[in-house]
């Protein structure tokens, strides 16, 4: 291997973290803004009925965002994009992407409308049959106003396949911060005047802004839209072709979702919004590490397949589940360890109860334990797009969740005679599930990508399992012996615990712990701090 091949590769690893690094920025920007906004909502609603009414009604939108236009049309349009622009057909690329975006609003719009009209029908036999009438008035209105959401996000979750297509993250790691701030802005503004409706509104106005922040990036790529649906168009019957298994795969995972809310409707007031909170909190780290490192690599994976350069493509693979590995490990075993305190310190108050943390961390310690496998789950789904396979991910994906249905049902009915909180059998399903899926995917892609560098992965592992072990014994002698108050407690915590970790880590010799200071520097260079 040559000197100038390896500072090839050495760059494009670079710029690979260094996108990485940008989003996993404006994803922890994103999540504390969400956070914000869920501590907001929390202490005004608590885990009451109002509020199980909200997540419930959030069910259809969220269905129909990710099915349409959101993981279902980047899994599809991004790999087939990038091809075109690859192979410098400029004009091919953007005749897909105006088609892409026609059928996208035509789709989602259609949709949205027939979901509106059958709210109440849809919310007795399929949400949450076991609400009350008063709860499924509101859950019906609610979902009425959050489904014109559904469209807009259409429009911005193709933007943000094109952007990503051209190694642009910025703008579309910034929508989700936009998004957050405007149902925060809905929640301080106008529920005191609507109650839990301003928070609907809110939405609307978040998806508005998610648009919006990213117009004005797309501007610069010259791109010419066409008023065309493209039916004879080969690339967009590509897109079409690929986009179909992973919307049935999608949807098969939405099912769990309603599974969810079916089975808490009927639990004690509390469990719907004790489990969605929980799920919440757990998707701050997942979000932050798996999604940020997976999006960044997406394009990269999709280039390298496009070029025939697989070799590249497997060590980018391996790179990236080190460090997603890296950061998940430790985050989960903190997460589990800390959970409660940082519960108690962001909800709880004379609305958001102490019965209501018990219940929230209960689920959240379930959860917790599957960040890795659903970080791991996140990029490696991406190599299969990337390959344009998206049927295995649909196949493994429907009986992982199949499976979770099933243990879904029998370990909240298992929790329940054991006297144990049920929706964390939801939680402990999840888990599993994800588990198994992880492991099936993992098994299935070794063979076509002629190896994983597992070796290399799992000495990796090794390291930052002596980390965080070093981590949690100063986490739990920490916890137990100070007397300062709660909050310097979490947050003292946290920076020591990361400090421990990463000089344990580094001193065993982690290549990630090693590259960490660098991108820091970086970074903090780019923003101009």
């Not at 509020?51 to 990710?66: E, I, M």
């Not at 018990?358 to 379930?366: F, R």
Request: glycine residues 8%.
């Amino acid at each position: 291997m040559n000197s100038e091949t390896i500072v090839r590769k050495e760059n494009r690893h670079v710029h690979t973290a260094r996108s990485a690094g940008t989003i996993m920025v404006a994803f922890v920007i994103a999540n504390l803004v969400g956070l914000i906004r869920q501590v907001i909502i929390n202490r005004t609603f608590g885990a009451s009925s109002v509020l199980d009414a909200y997540f419930a009604a959030f069910r259809v939108p969220d269905l129909l965002f990710h099915v349409i236009a959101g993981g279902a049309l980047g899994s599809a349009f991004i790999p087939t994009f990038t091809t075109l622009l690859a192979r410098d057909n400029q004009k091919e690329a953007w005749r897909l992407a105006s088609a892409v975006v026609n059928w996208v609003f035509i789709v989602s719009a259609v949709f949205a409308g027939i979901s509106g009209l059958y709210a109440p029908w849809l919310t007795q036999q399929f949400l949450a049959p076991g609400f009350s009438d008063e709860q499924v008035a509101i859950v019906v209105t609610l979902m009425r106003v959050m489904l014109g959401s559904t469209v807009i996000f259409g429009a911005s979750g193709l933007l943000m396949g094109i952007h990503h297509s051209h190694q642009h993250f910025f703008s579309p790691a910034l929508a989700p911060i936009l998004y957050n701030a405007g149902i925060t802005a809905g929640a301080i503004l106008l529920t005191p005047k609507w109650g839990v409706y301003g928070l609907a509104y809110g939405v609307l106005a978040g998806a508005f802004l998610h648009l919006a922040i990213q117009i004005p990036r797309l501007v610069r790529y010259s791109g010419k839209y066409s008023l065309t649906l493209g039916i004879h168009n080969q690339f967009v019957k590509t897109v079409g072709r690929l986009m179909l298994p992973r919307t049935i795969g999608l949807s098969i995972w939405q099912i769990n979702f309603w599974i969810n809310t079916m089975i808490c409707s009927g639990l004690p007031p509390g469990s719907l919004s004790a489990l969605v909170i929980a799920f919440q909190i757990f998707t701050f780290p997942q979000a932050a590490i798996a999604q940020a490192i997976a999006t960044a690599v997406f394009p990269t994976f999709s280039k390298q397949v496009a070029l025939g350069h697989m070799d590249r493509m497997r060590q980018s693979l391996s790179s990236s589940l080190r460090g997603a590995l890296y950061l998940s490990i430790p985050a989960s075993a903190g997460l589990y360890m800390i959970g409660r305190p940082i519960i108690e310190i962001l909800f709880q108050n004379n609305t958001f109860s102490a019965s209501a943390t018990k219940m929230v961390v209960w689920a959240l310690n379930w959860y917790a334990i599957g960040l890795v496998s659903h970080s791991v789950v996140e990029i490696v789904t991406r190599a299969y797009y990337a390959m344009k396979d998206t049927r295995t991910p649909m196949i493994v994906g429907g009986l992982s969740m199949i499976l979770n249905v099933i243990l879904s049902i029998v370990l909240a009915n298992s929790f329940l005679t054991n006297n144990f909180y049920p929706h964390g059998g939801l939680a402990l399903a999840n888990t599993i599930a994800t588990t198994a899926e992880m492991l099936a995917l993992l098994w299935i892609l070794g063979p076509r990508l002629r190896g994983l560098r597992i070796a290399s992965v799992l000495k990796s592992v090794l390291r930052t399992i002596f980390g965080t072990i070093a981590m949690l014994i100063f986490l739990y002698i920490w916890l137990q012996i100070v007397t300062i108050p709660a909050i310097v407690t979490v947050l003292g915590g946290i920076t020591m615990g990361i400090a421990i970790f990463w000089g344990v880590t580094a001193a065993c010799g982690s290549e990630e712990a090693n590259k960490i200071p660098m991108l820091i520097a970086r970074q903090i260079k780019e923003l101009g701090l």
